[in-house]
Protein backbone atom coordinates (compact mmCIF):
# COMPACT_ATOMS: atom_id res chain seq x y z
CA UNK A 1 0.00 0.00 0.00
CA UNK A 2 1.07 3.33 -0.76
CA UNK A 3 1.87 5.80 2.33
CA UNK A 4 0.48 9.08 1.64
CA UNK A 5 3.61 11.59 1.28
CA UNK A 6 1.18 14.92 2.47
CA UNK A 7 -1.78 15.63 3.80
CA UNK A 8 -2.71 18.95 5.25
CA UNK A 9 -2.87 19.13 9.16
CA UNK A 10 -5.05 22.69 8.75
CA UNK A 11 -2.11 24.03 11.33
CA UNK A 12 -2.29 27.29 9.12
CA UNK A 13 1.45 27.95 9.10
CA UNK A 14 1.70 28.27 5.46
CA UNK A 15 -0.56 31.03 5.40
CA UNK A 16 1.10 33.06 8.49
CA UNK A 17 3.14 35.68 7.90
CA UNK A 18 3.79 37.26 4.58
CA UNK A 19 4.10 34.84 2.36
CA UNK A 20 5.05 35.78 -0.95
CA UNK A 21 2.02 34.87 -2.63
CA UNK A 22 2.12 35.66 -6.23
CA UNK A 23 -1.25 36.09 -8.44
CA UNK A 24 -1.04 34.85 -12.14
CA UNK A 25 -3.93 36.56 -14.26
CA UNK A 26 -5.50 33.20 -13.75
CA UNK A 27 -5.17 33.41 -10.10
CA UNK A 28 -6.80 36.70 -10.48
CA UNK A 29 -9.49 35.48 -12.34
CA UNK A 30 -10.19 32.97 -10.65
CA UNK A 31 -10.17 34.73 -6.81
CA UNK A 32 -12.26 37.95 -8.20
CA UNK A 33 -15.29 35.43 -9.71
CA UNK A 34 -14.85 34.01 -5.94
CA UNK A 35 -15.25 36.92 -4.03
CA UNK A 36 -18.06 38.22 -7.22
CA UNK A 37 -15.75 41.48 -7.36
CA UNK A 38 -14.15 42.81 -10.61
CA UNK A 39 -10.23 41.90 -11.20
CA UNK A 40 -9.16 45.81 -10.96
CA UNK A 41 -10.99 45.97 -7.37
CA UNK A 42 -9.24 42.43 -6.10
CA UNK A 43 -5.90 44.03 -7.20
CA UNK A 44 -6.63 47.66 -5.34
CA UNK A 45 -7.88 45.98 -2.58
CA UNK A 46 -5.98 42.75 -1.73
CA UNK A 47 -2.70 42.83 -3.84
CA UNK A 48 0.50 45.13 -4.55
CA UNK A 49 3.44 44.54 -6.92
CA UNK A 50 6.54 43.85 -5.85
CA UNK A 51 9.43 41.88 -7.77
CA UNK A 52 7.43 42.93 -11.36
CA UNK A 53 4.69 40.59 -9.93
CA UNK A 54 1.18 40.92 -7.93
CA UNK A 55 1.41 39.42 -4.79
CA UNK A 56 -1.13 39.08 -1.89
CA UNK A 57 -1.21 41.46 0.94
CA UNK A 58 -1.25 41.01 4.00
CA UNK A 59 -3.91 41.57 7.06
CA UNK A 60 -3.18 43.76 10.33
CA UNK A 61 -2.18 40.46 11.69
CA UNK A 62 0.49 40.07 9.51
CA UNK A 63 -1.01 36.97 8.08
CA UNK A 64 -2.53 36.71 4.32
CA UNK A 65 -4.92 38.90 4.22
CA UNK A 66 -7.82 35.94 3.75
CA UNK A 67 -6.25 34.13 6.28
CA UNK A 68 -8.77 33.46 9.27
CA UNK A 69 -8.29 30.13 10.98
CA UNK A 70 -7.95 28.44 7.76
CA UNK A 71 -7.90 29.83 3.79
CA UNK A 72 -11.34 32.40 3.66
CA UNK A 73 -10.63 31.88 -0.09
CA UNK A 74 -10.59 28.35 -0.34
CA UNK A 75 -11.95 27.36 -3.74
CA UNK A 76 -10.88 30.50 -5.30
CA UNK A 77 -7.34 30.12 -3.69
CA UNK A 78 -4.14 30.91 -5.99
CA UNK A 79 -2.14 28.51 -8.14
CA UNK A 80 0.93 28.77 -5.23
CA UNK A 81 -1.20 27.61 -2.47
CA UNK A 82 -2.53 24.97 -4.24
CA UNK A 83 0.95 23.56 -4.91
CA UNK A 84 2.24 23.72 -1.44
CA UNK A 85 3.96 22.03 -0.13
CA UNK A 86 5.32 20.54 -3.38
CA UNK A 87 7.16 23.49 -4.46
CA UNK A 88 10.09 22.95 -6.67
CA UNK A 89 12.69 23.57 -4.08
CA UNK A 90 11.57 20.76 -2.18
CA UNK A 91 11.28 18.32 -5.14
CA UNK A 92 14.76 18.83 -6.31
CA UNK A 93 16.19 19.01 -3.13
CA UNK A 94 15.64 16.22 -0.50
CA UNK A 95 17.60 18.95 2.67
CA UNK A 96 15.09 21.42 1.94
CA UNK A 97 12.08 18.47 2.29
CA UNK A 98 13.85 17.22 5.78
CA UNK A 99 13.89 21.07 6.80
CA UNK A 100 10.66 22.13 5.41
CA UNK A 101 8.82 19.18 8.09
CA UNK A 102 9.50 21.28 10.53
CA UNK A 103 7.01 24.21 9.29
CA UNK A 104 4.37 22.18 7.36
CA UNK A 105 3.54 19.12 9.89
CA UNK A 106 1.31 18.08 6.66
CA UNK A 107 4.63 16.14 5.06
CA UNK A 108 5.01 12.62 5.74
CA UNK A 109 8.57 11.85 6.75
CA UNK A 110 7.74 8.08 7.01
CA UNK A 111 6.92 8.46 3.03
CA UNK A 112 10.65 9.36 1.80
CA UNK A 113 11.66 12.03 -0.20
CA UNK A 114 11.29 9.85 -3.53
CA UNK A 115 8.13 9.18 -2.96
CA UNK A 116 7.23 13.06 -1.97
CA UNK A 117 8.24 13.26 -5.36
CA UNK A 118 6.54 11.22 -7.39
CA UNK A 119 3.20 12.13 -5.58
CA UNK A 120 3.92 16.08 -5.77
CA UNK A 121 4.88 16.04 -10.03
CA UNK A 122 1.65 13.80 -10.03
CA UNK A 123 -0.17 15.85 -8.20
CA UNK A 124 0.81 19.05 -9.95
CA UNK A 125 0.74 17.64 -13.37
CA UNK A 126 -3.11 16.33 -13.00
CA UNK A 127 -4.21 19.76 -11.33
CA UNK A 128 -2.03 21.99 -13.72
CA UNK A 129 -0.22 23.43 -11.89
CA UNK A 130 3.23 23.24 -13.44
CA UNK A 131 4.58 26.59 -14.88
CA UNK A 132 7.80 27.36 -17.22
CA UNK A 133 7.55 30.90 -17.61
CA UNK A 134 9.52 32.91 -14.31
CA UNK A 135 8.58 36.21 -15.68
CA UNK A 136 4.33 35.81 -15.09
CA UNK A 137 4.61 32.58 -12.68
CA UNK A 138 5.86 31.90 -8.79
CA UNK A 139 9.12 30.59 -8.86
CA UNK A 140 8.14 27.56 -6.92
CA UNK A 141 6.15 26.67 -9.23
CA UNK A 142 8.75 26.41 -12.35
CA UNK A 143 9.57 23.37 -13.39
CA UNK A 144 12.51 22.33 -16.33
CA UNK A 145 10.61 18.94 -17.79
S1 LIG B 1 1.77 24.24 6.87
FE1 LIG B 1 1.26 22.26 5.95
S2 LIG B 1 -0.10 21.24 7.42
FE2 LIG B 1 -0.02 23.41 7.97
S3 LIG B 1 -1.81 24.33 6.92
FE3 LIG B 1 -0.02 24.56 5.58
S4 LIG B 1 -0.09 22.76 4.22
FE4 LIG B 1 -1.41 22.32 5.98
S1 LIG C 1 -5.03 32.61 -0.11
FE1 LIG C 1 -5.72 31.17 1.46
S2 LIG C 1 -4.31 29.40 1.29
FE2 LIG C 1 -3.35 31.15 0.26
S3 LIG C 1 -2.02 32.10 1.81
FE3 LIG C 1 -4.02 33.18 1.82
S4 LIG C 1 -5.23 32.17 3.39
FE4 LIG C 1 -3.50 30.80 2.89
Redesign the pocket.
Known amino acids: MTVQAFE ?8 QGEGGIVLTDKDRGRLADHLSIGEDELVRRYARERGGKLHLICGDDGNCVFFDQGCGVHPGRPDICRA ?2 YFRGNLVDETSWEMVQE ?5 NPEAGHAEFVRQGRRYLRDEGLLRYDPDTSPNALICDD
Open positions: CRMCGHCCWPYCPGI
